[in-house]
């Protein structure tokens, strides 16, 4: 306990006797920062073996999702992902993490600052207006079916099997349908696909073959929305730099810059369109003054 009070989880009240202060919810498996708390700090073992890593690598950047840190610290072929999904705690937690809320209050969501109304038409309540990929529980979907309920069309969350026979109900008009995004995309000639946080967890070679396979389900109109951060060319504050680490040590992948963004999509059979942010973002005030919406079509 003298560890606990010290660090400012609890406060001794007298001998034996403590009161629990709001950090020790970090503590607490069944809160939601506790379960973020269980998923982040189960990466402590790869951080430690990057050094042994990168010293039989020859201090190369690992380029390849199937062998990077993470596989070198657990010693599995399996990528991490995979090997999430062999670990129901883990995954629990993971998916807990997906649904928090990120930044501030004041943050507004991508639907807000992007033309979402005019850009998201479809001419029939049986066309599919948005598939999300990579969606994990469908927080994103349920979010922007609240926010504009008169936007027709149907609403796809697209995830590994796990991630989806977890899900317990979705609102109507929207569904779950389990996807490997490595395999062919099975809905085709939707207005829009969407990827949040899902390229910066693959190197080029792998979220090239992800676009692709969007690409080729792609029709004339179809757009490609990705809501990532985009890492500044120069000066990158701590945030960023420690996001680009982690993927780089879990993922062999990164942060990208606009630049490499838009060469990634050129690869991929894609042109980039389109840059959105938040005000505050775009005035330096959002918490997460990185991120930002990119549209994409389909190339000529």
Do not use: C
Request: charged share 20%.
């Amino acid at each position: 306990m003298r560890f606990v009070v010290a660090m400012g989880f609890f406060k001794e009240l007298g001998p034996g006797r403590y009161i629990a202060l709001p950090l020790s919810n970090a503590l607490v498996s069944s809160a939601p920062f506790g379960q973020a708390m269980s998923y982040v700090t189960s990466q402590n073992g790869v951080i430690l073996a990057l050094p042994s890593y990168f010293a039989q690598n020859g201090y190369k950047s690992p380029d390849d999702a199937y062998d990077s840190p993470f596989q070198f610290a657990h010693n599995t072929k399996l990528h991490a992902f995979e090997w999430l999904a062999t670990q129901p705690r883990l995954q629990h937690a993971f998916n807990v993490l997906m649904t928090m809320p990120r930044g501030g209050p004041n943050d507004q969501k991508w639907f807000d600052y992007y033309p979402t109304a005019s850009k998201l038409q479809v001419t029939s309540t049986s066309e599919v207006v948005l598939v999300d990929i990579g969606g994990g529980v469908g927080h994103d979907v349920i979010a922007l079916q609240k926010r504009f309920p008169d936007l027709r069309g149907q609403y796809i969350v697209q995830d590994i099997p796990v991630v989806v026979d977890s899900i317990t109900s979705l609102p109507t008009g929207i569904s779950a349908q389990k996807h490997d995004f490595f395999s062919p995309q099975p809905v085709k000639n939707a207005k829009a696909y969407y990827l949040s946080n899902i390229l910066h967890d693959w190197p080029d070679k792998q979220a090239r073959k992800i676009l692709h396979n969007i690409t080729d389900a792609m029709g004339e109109d179809s757009l490609v929305l990705i809501s990532e951060n985009v890492t500044p060319e120069e000066n990158v504050d701590i945030y960023s730099a420690s996001a680009d680490f982690a993927m780089m040590a879990n993922f062999s992948a990164l942060e990208r810059t606009e630049k490499q963004f838009k060469e990634l999509l050129d690869s991929a059979g894609l042109r980039l369109v389109g840059v959105y942010m938040s005000e505050n973002a775009a005035n330096g005030k959002d918490e997460q003054k990185a991120r930002r919406l990119l549209e994409a079509v389909k190339k000529a």
